[in-house]
């Protein structure tokens, strides 16, 4: 069993199986896995009015290595199947005055930053840095929550003489109208992050599979759907002490590849910032006021 499993569904299913004590332990953690899946092993064994003897015993029984990686477990259960709004609502609540939530958050964000560029693999920059510069024309794929990133990827990337189609937040049929001008020498980046909206990754797959497009998958796993078929894969990581998601190591990720892409493309850089500046020019000389419009 791995921390993608819903633990819950397994102590139910290990339900009948258990003691009668036991399945005190099962009952409790069933109706509150937001607050128990932060408890310690004493404080659970008094929750349930057990022993820590026999939580140890029933979290091996249900298929865990111990007490630790049954709350882990939950932990991960809350991270992926709970809602935004639950998710909030169980950090507020658990928050016993003790704690600074405002450093706790802060916390977790320089957290997440620091194990995303620890493992960023320079093997897979050069992979998607060689993909960006290949493609005849960009497409950016997401939905929901990681059509903030698509986004923050369209404005850094456009404004370094990139061509882009951002396809984030757009209608159905506006999605399905670009994709299907797609061509094989077009590049596709696919956002997918938990919870992992489904339609983005199946249009992906299909495009992949039967166009032979090229994919490139920003995610938080490279065990998720959409990065099993992709052609390279950036990871980083999103788990946030109150939200769903978090979007501060992705964004900070695309910043990063944008610097290293004008880094290696000063030319072709150089060659869109002087035509962008005569294009300038020659708007300000028949509309002096629209001087701020290029920032």
């Not at 005190?24 to 953690?29: F, M, N, P, T, V």
């Not at 405002?102 to 998607?128: G, N, P, Y």
Request: proline residues 3%; aromatic residues 10%; hydrophobic residues 45%.
């Amino acid at each position: 069993m791995n921390n993608n499993t819903n633990i819950l569904s397994v102590i139910q299913a290990s339900y009948e199986s258990l003691s009668r004590t036991q399945r005190r332990i099962a009952d409790y953690l069933l109706q509150h896995p937001d607050t128990s899946c932060f408890f310690t092993l004493k404080q659970l064994s008094a929750a349930t009015g057990t022993t820590e003897a026999t939580i140890l015993s029933f979290s091996r029984q249900i298929g865990c290595s111990g007490f630790l990686d049954m709350r882990s477990k939950l932990q991960s259960y809350i991270t992926q199947w709970m809602s935004p709004n639950e998710k909030i609502k169980t950090a507020i609540l658990k928050d016993d005055g003790k704690s600074n939530v405002s450093a706790a958050i802060a916390e977790s964000e320089i957290k997440a930053l620091k194990q995303t560029f620890a493992h960023v693999s320079e093997a897979d920059f050069a992979k998607a840095l060689s993909l960006l510069k290949n493609a005849d024309r960009i497409y950016l794929l997401a939905y929901d929550y990681a059509a903030i990133v698509s986004n923050v990827f369209a404005e850094r990337f456009q404004r370094l003489g990139v061509d882009v189609v951002n396809l984030g937040g757009k209608s159905i049929p506006d999605l399905l109208y670009h994709l299907a001008l797609l061509q094989p020498d077009d590049l596709l980046i696919l956002f997918s992050y938990a919870p992992y909206t489904q339609f983005p990754i199946a249009l992906a797959r299909h495009l992949h599979d039967v166009q032979d497009v090229k994919i490139l998958c920003f995610s938080d796993n490279v065990s998720a759907a959409g990065a099993q078929f992709a052609d390279v894969v950036l990871t980083s990581v999103t788990k946030n002490a109150i939200f769903l998601n978090s979007m501060t190591a992705p964004i900070s990720l695309i910043n990063l590849l944008a610097s290293i892409y004008v880094s290696d493309s000063k030319e072709r850089y150089s060659a869109f910032s002087e035509n962008l500046s005569r294009l300038h020019s020659v708007l300000t000389e028949t509309c002096p006021s629209a001087d701020h419009w290029l920032v």
